[in-house]
């Protein structure tokens, strides 16, 4: 293999990197994905994975490629997409440009960002997640105008603000003031179940989850680091949801 073609090689496996990364996948997910698919061109790979940054390179080679993430959400699909392009050239189906090509389709596709589906959505599922706790059904209809007020605030200061952390504060804090305002208008009655209900979509379950499975697999840095992240977020939620009661109660 030429020095051109591993060159490549390392573009490809740090671009494969940097789009689970970015979309939520585990880190020691991404260092496998980005071996398997050096090892699938006879080539061993030598990678190494934090929460901002995917570094890369060959043990055939001095150079190192790496990218910087700078924003990470939530979007499974693109990491189980990423996995079979993987899988389809470890199984010689496709080969290493056609790889490069569809991750670079990949990284450009953006889901429809409808606003009021996503704030519908927020809502269903902070009544349906209230109820699934012990909530009761008068609480419904309460629990998902809290949670769709939550989740409007939540969008527009990630939006415009763009602080990260403060977003959550900000969209605990309405949830909180909007499940008092439904108390005292008669339209709720539990305010402890409104409230635990309209959170949830906010909780960082995948974070919390990823830092346990990359803690098991011995990443401790990136591990430690994203339990620290979701730890954080959590801490803001709760604030959040303080700082409504001491205003509100």
Known sequence: MSLEEKNFLLETCVLAGKVMLENGAEMYRVEDTMNRIAASQEEEGIS???????????????????????????????????NDLSWGLST????????????????????PTQVWLKILSSALISGCLMILLGGTWPDFFA??????????????????LRLKYIDEFISAFIMGS??????????????????????????PGVALTNTIRDLQE???????????????????????????????G
């Open 92 to 111: 010689n189906r496709i080969t290493i440009k056609e790889l490069n090509k569809q991750l670079r389709e990949v990284e450009r596709y953006k889901a």
């Open 178 to 203: 909007l499940a008092f305002i439904m108390i005292k208008i008669g339209w709720g009655f539990s305010l402890d179940d409104m409230i635990i209900g309209s959170i949830m979509p906010l909780v």
């Open 143 to 160: 629990t998902c105008l809290v949670g769709a007020g939550g989740y409007g605030a939540y969008y527009i200061s990630a939006t415009y």
């Open 48 to 82: 190494f994975v934090t929460q901002t940054v995917v570094l890369m390179s060959l043990e055939s080679t001095k150079n190192i490629q790496m990218k910087r993430v700078s924003e990470r959400t939530t979007n499974l699909g693109k990491v189980s997409w990423v």
């Open 218 to 248: 011995g990443h401790m840095l990136s591990g430690v680091l994203r339990g620290v992240e979701a730890l954080i977020i959590a801490m803001m939620i709760g604030a959040g949801i303080a700082a409504s009661f001491g205003v509100m």
